[in-house]
């Protein structure tokens, strides 16, 4: 799963990575923390024209119905699971069609260690960019006429390091190696070569260390560089 990111970015390091140029009067809001269920706008990457747009989070599909059903479906399609994305209906078209890039420090996980959930920050070995793989989709409010553009972010299976992190589902965003990220969103490949890109990445891209309490406090303001800060814990039967 992955429900919680940093997206301490500035525009130039997004637009220098990706090739890309913000439109003109774009509202960019780095955090260092944002939480799916509070349906944050996050930029992305994307297939279509306009290449760089801000999305909500929590993919609502072109078909669903009413505003009502909108409010619904939301809330469960944060995460697109890559085992099942050509079968289900909630993101089959996206795959298709509306593919997109999610850039990101890094993401935060909880480890399961007996009765206390441990909270994690994941994120590059050389503080780089990662570039979580992601679907998007347009849908219209029949009724008041209002446009929302939204998104998933896909998860695969674990690799070794976050299946110790991530030890009660086991998985982990679909993160993409540079010479991927343009294949992704590239809409001429075939499906089964866009399917082989949602892997586990390597182990060794990534670091991950424990952090405060601060990070589960449904009250406190986690836009401070003091939510990623490193605190220590003991754990053990870990690999780190």
């Known amino acids: 799963m992955c429900f919680s990111v940093n997206v301490n970015l500035v525009k130039e390091e997004i637009e220098d990575r990706y090739g890309v140029n913000f439109p003109d009067k774009y509202r960019y809001e780095p955090s260092y923390y944002y939480h799916a269920f509070s349906l944050p706008e996050l930029t992305a990457i994307c297939s279509g024209t306009p290449a760089v747009r801000s999305l909500k989070w929590g993919l609502i ?5 009413n505003a009502e059903d909108a409010d619904e479906i939301r809330y469960k399609t ?3 699971r890559s085992e099942s994305l050509k079968e289900k209906p909630s ?16 993401f935060y996980e909880w480890q399961h260690v007996g009765k206390e959930k441990i909270p994690w920050y994941i ?20 009724e008041s006429g209002e446009l929302l553009n939204t998104f998933a972010i896909i998860t695969t299976e674990a690799n070794e390091m976050m299946a110790e992190i991530h030890n009660s589902k086991k998985r982990m965003p679909a993160i993409l190696q540079k010479d991927e990220e343009k294949k992704w969103i590239d809409l001429n490949i075939s499906p089964d070569v866009a399917s082989g890109l949602l892997k586990p990445c390597p182990d060794n891209i990534l670091k991950a260390h424990t952090i405060g309490p ?4 449904r009250y406190a303001d986690k836009n401070t560089p003091e939510v990623i800060k490193e605190f220590k814990r003991d754990i053990k039967n870990t690999l780190f």
């Open 78 to 80: 944060f995460n697109a």
């Open 214 to 217: 601060l990070v589960s406090d």
């Open 123 to 142: 994120y590059s070995v050389n503080n780089e960019i990662l570039t979580l793989a992601g679907l998007y989709s347009e849908w219209q409010n029949k």
């Open 61 to 65: 599909p072109p078909w669903v119905r």
């Open 91 to 106: 993101f089959s078209s996206s795959f298709r069609s509306k593919r997109c890039l999610i850039p990101v420090r890094g």
